[in-house]
């Protein structure tokens, strides 16, 4: 988060005041925010989710697109200061793995590092398709690797706009067509597949692009707020068009940065929820915050797969944010949502 200057920033004391909120228990936000929550379409922003967002408009200018070098630099401070670290436990290991223009960097976090044909998750982070990498989403992935007891591998994908649309795609493709063949001691039979945000979509555009070339599917699919739908036509894109950490000023400059002027938004590849190819899928398990343009999202692609006769299970969370799972140490629902997840995993992948 790159800080204000000028003279609409907030004094020091001021912003030390929205710091500390942040970070203090959820009783003492509620009772200091009593009258003052933010509602939604009848969802009640969580209080831990208000001072956070109070804090992240304190310090970056609503309305102001930041430069790609302060929007990279934003998420890694985001995660430094509000994620926890990587459990421990957890070990980490660097991997090459296959991508469509070369191998790229992974990170492979196990807890039991001596057993390794166990299951395995396929993380692909988030941060719009131009941000984020191993790093910001490090203590995610090993949380979820601690709970679900399960290897995890993310993957550190080809970033926009270095690299526009298909390249993201493509990598993840090209990555996890080898972990199915056995790379990096996976069991093919026991392998998943999940991400947020910018990664949920790459998560929901590789069900596509698996189901429309017939090649073998994962047993379990986890999108985390994901962004299916580039019409961004839904009603909570423009009821939370100033949402808190990702307004649709935000999503707009992502897609410009993403997408190149003759990429088509309704190729499956960049909506996946209009992908023919639904009712081949494996289960899901979505996960969906109440105060984040993507709400809508996240339901639609749900209802979606259900009409084709996928199994989904929705993980909701009227009052949170965006990226809720990445301020775990700020917000303790996304400590609740992270749980979630790993004991679905568990079922899904024995």
């Not at 009712?279 to 639609?300: E, K, R």
Request: charged share 20%.
């Amino acid at each position: 988060m790159s800080r204000i200057k000028g003279p609409g920033a907030p004094g020091k004391a001021a912003l030390m005041v929205k710091l500390a909120l942040a970070h203090a228990p959820e009783a003492v936000v509620a009772l200091a925010l009593s009258g003052r929550r933010k509602q939604v379409d009848g969802r009640l922003m969580d209080p831990k989710a208000q001072a956070l967002g109070d804090l992240f408009n304190a310090v970056r200018v609503p309305g102001v697109i930041p430069t790609l070098e302060e929007s990279r630099k934003s998420l890694h401070i985001l995660a430094s200061k509000f994620d926890r670290p990587n459990p421990p436990g957890v070990t980490r290991q660097a991997l090459t793995l296959p991508g469509a223009a070369g191998d790229l960097p992974a990170r492979l976090y196990d807890t039991r590092p001596q057993d390794p044909k166990r299951a395995t998750l396929l993380y692909l982070h988030g941060g719009g398709w131009v941000q984020g990498d191993l790093d910001t989403h490090d203590g995610l992935c090993g949380q979820i690797a601690l709970e679900a007891d399960i290897r995890v591998i993310a993957l550190d994908y080809r970033l926009a706009p270095e690299n526009p649309f298909p390249a993201a795609p493509d990598d993840v493709l090209a990555a996890y067509r080898a972990l199915s063949a056995g790379a990096a001691g996976v069991d093919p039979g026991r392998l998943a597949v999940g991400g947020d945000s910018a990664g949920g979509n790459l998560t929901a555009v590789l069900m596509h692009d698996l189901a429309a070339a017939g090649l073998p599917m994962p047993r379990a699919q986890l999108l985390i707020y994901p962004a299916v739908d580039a019409a961004m036509t839904t009603r909570s894109m423009e009821a939370l068009k100033d949402a808190f950490v990702l307004p649709r000023d935000r999503i707009e400059w992502y897609m410009d940065q993403y997408l190149t002027p003759d990429s088509d938004r309704t190729d499956p590849r960049v909506s996946p929820i209009l992908s023919p190819h639904l009712s081949a899928q494996p289960p899901a398990h979505i996960i969906v915050a109440g105060q984040d343009p993507l709400w809508d999202d996240g339901h639609d692609h749900a209802k979606a797969l259900d009409a084709a006769g996928v199994q989904v299970e929705v993980a909701q969370f009227p009052g949170q944010i965006h990226a809720f799972l990445s301020a775990r140490r700020a917000i303790p629902q996304g400590g609740q949502a992270v749980t979630g997840a790993a004991k679905w995993l568990k079922r899904q992948l024995g």
